[in-house]
T-cell receptor, first 115, second 114 residues
Framework: KNQVEQSPQSLIILEGKNCTLQ??????????LRWYKQDTGRGPVSLTI?????NTKSNGRYTATLDADTKQSSLHITASQLSDSASYIC??????????????FGKGTKLSVKP | DGGITQSPKYLFRKEGQNVTLSCEQN?????MYWYRQDPGQGLRLIYY???????QKGDIAEGYSVSREKKESFPLTVTSAQKNPTAFYLC?????????????FGNGTRLTVT
């Protein structure tokens, strides 16, 4: 069964600290892996998209890594800010036919950054 | 500013009533999608449309209907046949339906049915 598992479920860190969120998947065939940020009560916003040939991608203070062999990804946030408080969702594209009709969403990690 | 507009932000309905959620985009995107988000669960695909006048069922289409008469608009109707309609509904679009196109989401409609 195609699944995307994220850990931890929730995380509290102090402003200025770094953190790493994990995503493990069992999706096959694999096309790409995405990270989204979702503020409370709003829609998700894309952070990164990585194909199987990419093992790292950055977007400002956000750096995503991908190990397609072990089917693991991580999202590293550097020098956290209060505005980083949100849910971070890992999404895997499991359809190699060129369609987005088979995106598999993780349940998200809820990050709280405290002053 | 280009983007996706969902309206209303909050919607309350009585059980047994149909309700239509609006989704409009001015990004000139071909593909549009409807997702449902429930607490503690990942997003689930309801319907998607790759071009005007065409749409496909997603994983949880039962009790929902859509139309795609214009490129900019993809309204979702939650019918009385949907057993658990209370949820947060998200509309999204992408340049094409190709796998590497990022999804652009609206800010959702929270539907409460009592």
């Amino acid at each position: 069964k195609n699944q995307v598992e994220q850990s931890p479920q929730s995380l509290i860190i102090l402003e200025g600290k770094n953190c790493t969120l994990q995503c493990n998947y069992t999706v096959s065939p694999f096309s790409n892996l995405r990270w989204y940020k979702q503020d409370t009560g709003r829609g998700p916003v894309s952070l990164t998209i990585m194909t199987f040939s990419e093992n790292t991608k950055s977007n400002g203070r956000y750096t995503a890594t991908l190990d397609a062999d072990t089917k693991q990804s991580s999202l590293h946030i550097t020098a956290s800010q209060l505005s980083d408080s949100a849910s971070y969702i890992c999404v895997v594209s499991g359809d190699g036919r060129g369609s987005q009709g088979n995106l598999i969403f993780g349940k998200g990690t809820k990050l709280s950054v405290k002053p | 500013d280009g983007g996706i507009t969902q309206s209303p932000k909050y919607l309350f309905r009585k059980e047994g009533q149909n309700v239509t959620l609006s989704c409009e985009q001015n990004l000139n995107h071909d593909a549009m999608y409807w997702y449902r988000q429930d607490p503690g669960q990942g997003l689930r695909l309801i319907y998607y449309s790759q071009i005007v006048n065409d749409f496909q069922k997603g994983d949880i289409a039962e009790g929902y209907s859509v139309s795609r008469e214009k490129k900019e608009s993809f309204p979702l109707t939650v019918t009385s046949a949907q057993k658990n309609p209370t949820a947060f509904y998200l509309c999204a679009s992408s340049i094409g339906d190709r796998e590497n196109s990022p999804l652009h989401f609206g800010n959702g409609t929270r539907l409460t049915v009592t």
